[in-house]
């Protein structure tokens, strides 16, 4: 069935340090994985996304890759700031419906 | 622009308990869904649309009811409640740009 899987559940990192958090997906159709940050209180928005035909997009601090082969994507955020932490959750769109990693909690520590 | 409006915000239910959590996007998006969320769960599916008349189940249904009678709305009944169903539910439309939540509703059920 539609699966995604994300790690890790937590990161803690310092200030100005690089954080990497990683998805795998099952099901080899789906062609778009963006990824939404969700900060306390509030509805995931929107942060950055890549479709299949590409295996890299960056925005200033924020790059996602994806190796479709092994159906793995990856966010990459750099130059970490406190204004960074949040929960992350990638999400593999299967057509109609997105399924959604269980989220990776960060935090960027000063 | 307001996006995707969700109310209430808070809601505390009696098990048994009946109450409809309200949805509205200006956006003209077909598609809408409800999720839950719990924590180390993610954002789970209960029932999504594709246009106005047209409902389907998602990934956790039991206990909801949905309709949509105009593009613009698309009510979640809880006909009734269960603890089972203490959650947070976040509404989201879907469009070019990807998913837009609202800012979720808070539902406790004692």
């Known amino acids: 069935g539609e699966n995604v899987e994300q790690h890790p559940s937590t990161l803690s990192v310092q200030e100005g340090d690089s954080a990497v958090i990683k998805c795998t997906y099952s099901?080899?159709?789906?062609?778009?994985f963006p990824w939404y940050k969700q900060e306390l209180g509030k509805g995931p928005q929107l942060i950055i996304d890549?479709?299949?035909?590409?295996g890299e997009k960056k925005d200033q601090r924020i790059a996602v890759t994806l190796n479709k082969t092994a159906k793995h994507f990856s966010l990459h955020i750099t130059e970490t700031q406190p204004e960074d932490s949040a929960v992350y959750f990638c999400?593999?769109?299967?057509?109609?419906?997105?399924?959604f990693g269980p989220g990776t909690r960060l935090s960027v520590l000063p | 622009n307001a996006g995707v409006t969700q109310t209430p915000k808070f809601q505390v239910l009696k098990t048994g308990q009946s109450m409809t959590l309200q949805c509205a996007q200006d956006?003209?998006?077909?598609?809408m869904s409800w999720y839950r969320q719990d924590p180390g769960m993610g954002l789970r599916l209960i029932h999504y649309?594709?246009?106005?008349?047209?409902?389907d189940q998602g990934e956790v249904p039991n206990g909801y009811n949905v309709s949509r009678s105009t593009t613009e709305d698309f009510p979640l009944r809880l006909l009734s409640a269960a603890p089972s169903q203490t959650s947070v539910y976040f509404c989201?439309?879907?469009?070019?740009?990807?998913?837009?939540f609202g800012s979720g509703t808070r539902l406790t059920v004692v």
């Open positions: 989201a439309s879907k469009g070019i740009g990807g998913y837009t």
């Open positions: 099901d080899s159709a789906s062609n778009y």
């Open positions: 890549i479709r299949s035909n590409v």
């Open positions: 999400a593999a769109d299967y057509g109609q419906n997105f399924v």
């Open positions: 956006m003209n998006h077909e598609y």
């Open positions: 649309s594709v246009g106005a008349g047209i409902t």
